[in-house]
């Protein structure tokens, strides 16, 4: 598919970044990844140039769990293009974590990216560097792969007026007007059904040994106890970032009616 066009920048809202980070957080010592679903806008000025706009986040759940990879294959595009054709909006982007590791995409992440600008030559990728103890945070960065398989850096703009401003223009029941706890809740499902599958495939192995058991039953226990752990902070501060923003809305309403 050739678009005629090039990919200009990205806009991500607040929570769909939350979302992301709390995905990213979710697992120390593997990588984990998502699609990133939500439309192209051609720019005024500059007809051959999209902004990307992300609506939804969508986690993957991992067949193959390695500590230094995680494969998205054209499959699960299809799958999460056709779970959401009614919805208005269309998978443009993916995502995974590079845990311990620096934000700068691998030779296999560029060779991922550059199939995926097979299809779409504005199609994106989001790389979320954690843990790493060389960095004072979590890093995130944008990116496609160019004509000689190099890093293209790609613009990102997180702006959290983005939904507000798009939905005058979207019609009544239209899913792009996501709540804004959804990506963040599937992230959650996603990495705690996954955590529950390893338990039941190891505990049915683990029948003929009660030490082995037992220790299935541990493991298992602090997975979900890490999980609960990552995704505590994150969330509080998307509660606590809301209520300034009501608080900020009254005042605002507040000062037009005495106006």
């Not at 709390?22 to 720019?43: D, R, T």
């Not at 909006?89 to 992440?109: K, R």
Request: glycine fraction near 4%; charge should be neutral; charged fraction near 30%.
């Amino acid at each position: 598919m050739d678009t005629g066009g090039r990919l200009y920048n990205i806009v991500l809202s607040k929570e769909i970044l939350e979302a992301i980070t709390l995905h990213a957080l979710s697992n120390e010592k593997e990588e984990v990844a998502g699609l990133l679903l939500g439309s192209w806008v051609q720019e005024r000025s500059k007809p051959l140039e999209f902004t990307g706009f992300v609506y939804k986040f969508c986690a993957l759940p991992r067949v193959d769990r390695k500590k230094d990879r995680v494969e998205v294959c054209d499959e699960d595009l299809v799958k999460v293009q056709e779970a959401h054709q009614n919805s208005g909006v269309n998978v443009i982007g993916w995502f995974h974590s590079h845990p311990h590791m620096t934000s700068f995409p691998s030779h296999v992440d560029l060779s991922t990216q550059k199939r995926f600008q097979q299809l779409d030559k504005r199609f994106f990728g989001i790389i979320s560097s954690c843990f790493n103890k060389s960095s004072s945070g979590i890093e995130v960065i944008a990116f496609q792969t160019g004509e000689e398989n190099d890093l293209v850096d790609v613009p990102l703009q997180i702006d959290d007026c983005q939904h507000s401003r798009r939905i005058r223009f979207l019609k009544d029941g239209d899913n792009r007007c996501q709540n804004k706890f959804d990506s963040r809740m599937h992230v959650l499902k996603v990495a705690f059904q996954e955590e529950k599958d390893r338990y039941r495939k190891y505990l049915k192995a683990s029948q003929s040994s009660d030490s082995y058991t037992t220790y299935v039953h541990l493991t298992y226990q602090q997975s979900l106890t890490t999980l609960i752990e990552y995704s505590l902070d994150p969330n509080t501060r998307l509660i606590k970032d809301r209520i300034a923003d009501r608080k900020r809305e009254l005042e605002l309403l507040s000062n037009s009616y005495m106006d």
